[in-house]
Each structure stands twice: as C-alpha cells, then as structure tokens.
C-alpha cells in the first residue's frame, strides 16, 4: 500500500518538475540500459523518502499543514538546488512575471540575486519605486519588514518585495563599509518605458534601452526614426546605453541586434536540447552609421547578448566597464495548476563563440563612471552569485574586481568626453 501511495506521490512530483516535453519515460522502459535503470531505482528510492516525510508530517507535526503549502515548499527546495535563475513560481509570480514582460507590474522594480546566502540588487529599473528611493547596484538587502533575509530563497524574498500599488516596503540595506541603514519604499504598478531616447548637441542619438520586453525593437525603431527627422534626415551616429538594463526577452535581443547587422549570427545556444542558432537579417537594418555600446556591471543577459553581437562583427565600439556576466536562457513551463517553472535550458554564445558565462563581456574602451559624488558599492556579478552555472569554456576566468586602470587616465576621460558629445573616433 505504501508503495502504491509512493509511485503516484512520484508521478505527481514528475508532472510538476518535467512538464514541457523533458522525458520521463525511461523509468518505464521495460528493457532500459543498466545505467538508466539504476537512476531510475534511485529516482524512486528518493521520491520513497520524499513520501515518508510527507506522511509523518500530516500525521505527527504540532500543527495541521496545508498540503499545497508542503508540496510546493518541496518543489521550491527541489530547484533551489539548480542554479540562481531558475525557480519555481507560484500562480501570482508567474502572472507577475508575465505582465512584468509586459512592461507593467506592481512592485519596487528591481532586479536581485544572491550572494553567500546574502540578498544584493542586481539593479533597479530606472524611475521604479527602488531607484527613486535610492538603492544601487550591489547594495545588499539585510532584512524585508524586519525579516532578515539570510538564509531566504529567493524567490521567497521576491514575494516579500511584491504587493500592492500604495502599499510601503521597509528595507535595512548594507553599502559598503558604511553602516547599515533603513529606506521604506513605496510600492506602484511599474510601468516600463523601455526605450528613452534623445539628440546630444552634435545631432547624434543617445538612446537608453531599459529592458528587452515585448515593444522593445518597435519602440527602438521609432524613436530612432524620430530621431532622425528631428536631425534633419540623417544621424551621424548613435550611442546605445545598455548600462543597467537587466536583460528580458532573448527574442526582443535578437531583434534589437538584428537591427544593427545586416548579415551573420546574432546568437547561439547550447544545452541538452539541439543548438540552436539566429541570423540577422538585412530586411530592416538601419543605415550603417557608427554605434558606440555603453555597458556596466548592472548590463546583463538579453543586454550583453546585444553588445557581444555588435562587438563580435565589429560594428559598435563597446565602452565602459565588465558586464555582469548571464551568459544562460531560461524557458518558462506552465503547470497544471497554474504554476510555472523557470528553467535554465541553454548556454548561450556570441557570434565568435564566446561564453561570458560567470565572466562578462569586456569593453573594447574601459571607461569607469569617473564624477561619482561617493564612491559606488562593490559591483555584483553572476560570478559572485551562489549556485551559478560555470563557464563551459574551461579557459574561461571570471573577471575580478574593478578593471584594471589605462596607462594614461586623460586619454580615458577624453574618450568617456567623446562617448557623452557623440563624436566617434572608430568606425565599424
């Protein structure tokens, strides 16, 4: 009886964990190879325990547990043994994150990861609720509403940050060696305009993409085409600023890459799944002007695969400093009750085949943010965060610490001078 409760217990845990087309039906095969089949024994063997802690809880615990509530704590500790991008989402986190591709959701805006079990902002949206009230980039999170978050799941912190518009957040924060201090933040309905673009003195275009959602590539093109009609035609160059743009959507990357190129690969990915590959097409290429790429340590994942494909067919000089370093894709998988799972399904590869897994993208210029009031707090990099994926180069060395400084600091502060007034020494 037991081990018939334990086998539909398993199968129900294998319709949450590998809902989407991974197979599971090895474990069925009734001639499997004996590699497979002592997995699969083992697979069973666990889920057996998994089952009896289950029962011994609803039967001996203090209290009366929900079992939604143990189930999906279960499967929660089951992918916090993956890597710091996937996780499990409950039914209001995966609607979250649906309308946050969108570029509407409620909460603080900002994107956060961990750190030797210490939470720290990755980055804040510009003009989110986490920006106004002035947290940065490397700032760690000590305590959401008086609960220290050390030793707290992520995505449990996640839900601590979300709630309603008007609703106020008290956050204890760490900045460097400076003492810790409280900020309260004022939740909103964040609404992302994730393209701000404008014309610098010269007529040329700076514009910042704050995040690759689903308009990004539409609302990018317009404003380039006013741009170019308040220039009188033509732009003599453009300055794409990535800096703190966390990434989004790889399709939207792709699009936006594929603006710039005319021919080539954008992007390519590997994992257990068939390599995939993406080429540029020449149907909407923008005239052929000179692109400088600005990026930081807060540039990352859909961000760093546009400046690694620019870079890679050398048609942008990359300025600034290394970028964060996401070099994986994840896929999200609906479940049968209304949950999802986040799921790491690919490395991916810039067009010279290069991992910046863990690593980061180097600029072509090193140009640190020189006219700082305070010094900034330590960068936060993937390669700082627990559980993050390796390089699959095994030559590949992360990035550590600040850049190195050039040998003439005037010549560095000339080209950051060239890179704000828009005149390009180096074309494509």
């Not at 083992?42 to 509530?69: K, M, S, W």
């Not at 695969?305 to 048609?315: D, K, W």
């Not at 810039?350 to 020189?370: C, E, K, M």
């Amino acid at each position: 009886m037991r081990r018939r409760i334990s086998l539909r217990l398993a199968g129900a845990l294998a319709g949450f964990a590998f809902v989407g087309g991974l197979r599971i039906g090895a474990a069925l095969d009734p001639d499997p190879p004996a590699a497979e089949a002592s997995r699969s024994d083992r697979t069973f063997r666990a889920l057996d325990v998994l089952t009896e802690v289950y029962g011994h809880i609803q039967r001996n615990y203090v209290e009366p547990v929900e079992p939604d509530r143990l189930v999906y704590s279960a499967i929660d500790g089951m992918v916090q043994a993956l890597d710091p991008h996937s996780e499990f989402l409950s039914p209001d986190h995966k609607a979250a994150l649906r309308s946050q591709a969108r570029g509407e959701f409620p909460g603080v805006g900002m994107e956060i990861g961990l750190r030797e079990g210490e939470l720290r902002v990755i980055a804040p949206l510009p003009g989110a609720p986490a920006d106004q009230a002035g947290l940065r980039p490397g700032d760690a999170l000590r305590a959401i509403d008086g609960r220290s978050t050390r030793g707290l799941p992520l995505g449990e912190a996640v839900r601590l940050l979300r709630g309603e518009a008007g609703t106020v957040v008290e956050l204890r924060v760490g900045r460097g060696e400076a003492p810790p201090f409280t900020v309260q933040v004022e939740r909103a309905v964040v609404r992302i305009d994730p393209v701000q673009a404008r014309l610098l003195p010269d007529g040329s275009a700076h514009v910042r993409v704050v995040t690759f959602q689903r308009d990004t590539e539409d609302r990018l093109r317009a404003a380039l085409v006013r741009l170019r009609a308040d220039a009188g035609g033509a732009l003599p160059g453009i300055v794409l600023d990535l800096r703190n743009n966390p990434g989004g959507l790889l399709n939207q990357a792709i699009a936006v890459a594929d603006l710039f190129l005319g021919e080539g690969q954008i992007v390519s990915t590997r994992g257990r799944a068939p390599a995939r590959a993406w080429q540029a097409s020449t149907l909407g290429t923008l005239p052929p002007v000179p692109v400088v790429v600005v990026v930081n340590a807060g540039t990352a994942s859909a961000a760093e695969i546009v400046a690694g494909a620019l870079q890679a067919h050398r048609r942008a000089v990359v300025v600034g400093t290394p970028t964060f370093g996401k070099g994986s894709v994840q896929s999200i998988y609906d479940l049968t009750d209304g949950s999802g799972l986040k799921l790491t399904v690919a490395h991916y590869f810039t067009p010279d085949g290069r991992s910046i897994q863990a690593r980061g993208l180097a600029p072509d210029v090193y140009v640190a943010a020189a006219d700082a009031v305070e010094p900034p707090p330590p960068a936060q990099r993937e390669a700082d965060l627990d559980r993050r994926l390796a390089n699959p180069d095994p030559a590949a060395e992360p990035m550590h610490g600040p850049p190195p400084r050039p040998a003439d600091p005037v010549l560095a502060r000339a080209v950051e001078v060239l890179r704000v007034a828009g005149i390009f020494s180096r074309r494509p």
